[in-house]
């Protein structure tokens, strides 16, 4: 779980998850159960997916030179499927604030030095490398990338529209369903085809205003 800790020193703690956009386009707090529900059905849930495929590659491949192929087809496969260049950039953002950390953690792992010799690689990809030389199941990883969307969501939502702390706490307990949900659906996945593609025209259109507005609280 200290991954998913927004104290760690990769950036998180500059990420709304698309919140504050999505309240300055007229979003009201009572729909934000929604919203995590939403984003852990698309957005979360390409990138969880993601990482999954990318844990598996770095468990599977023991040659450098193919391991780093195959993980750049594993980065390349979710941007594809993450239609927006500001939500793009934001995970390549975290990508190298997950790679700066994970690289003094575990220096030598063939996994983190395959991520490190890509070329901006999204957060999905770093993720899934930390979690194999972690000893991370598939299970701990989709979980650990759910609850940390949804924990970002509530966090933000305080500082936005400062509300009863406990009601935060809440709103992470009741997504735990849908964590799970997710963590059924793509604990298995081994195949980069097999990466969901679901989009949410309408989280990356807030992402894309977000990334040109002069006046905001966190970055994305």
């Known amino acids: 779980m200290l991954l998913a800790d927004a104290r760690l020193p990769t950036g998180a703690h500059t990420q709304s998850a698309g919140l504050e956009p999505a309240l300055r386009a007229g979003m009201s707090m009572a729909e934000l159960p929604g919203y995590l529900t939403a984003r852990l059905r698309t957005v979360t849930a390409v990138e969880a997916g993601a990482a999954v495929v990318a844990r598996r590659v770095a468990l599977d491949d023991p040659d450098p030179t193919d391991l780093t192929e195959r ?16 939500l793009r950039e934001v995970s390549a953002m975290l990508g190298r604030g997950y790679l700066r950390l994970v690289r003094r953690v575990w220096p030598t792992d063939a996994g983190i030095c395959a991520v490190a010799a890509l070329t901006r690689p999204g957060r999905a990809v770093v993720l899934g490398a ?42 992470v307990v009741r997504a735990a369903p849908e964590i799970e949900r997710m963590v059924s659906a793509l604990s298995d996945l081994r195949e980069v085809a097999e990466i969901p593609a679901r989009g949410a025209p309408l989280l990356e259109q807030w992402a894309e205003v977000h990334a040109l507005s002069t006046q905001r609280l966190f970055r994305a």
Do not use: F, I, N
């Open 71 to 86: 993980l750049a087809a594993v980065d390349a496969a979710w941007r594809a499927r993450t239609v927006s260049p500001a």
């Open 130 to 171: 930390a979690a194999a030389a972690a000893g991370l199941s598939a299970a701990q990883l989709v979980r650990l990338m759910g609850y940390e969307d949804v924990q970002t969501v509530s966090a933000a939502a305080l500082k936005l529209e400062p509300t009863d702390p406990v009601l935060a706490t809440l709103w």
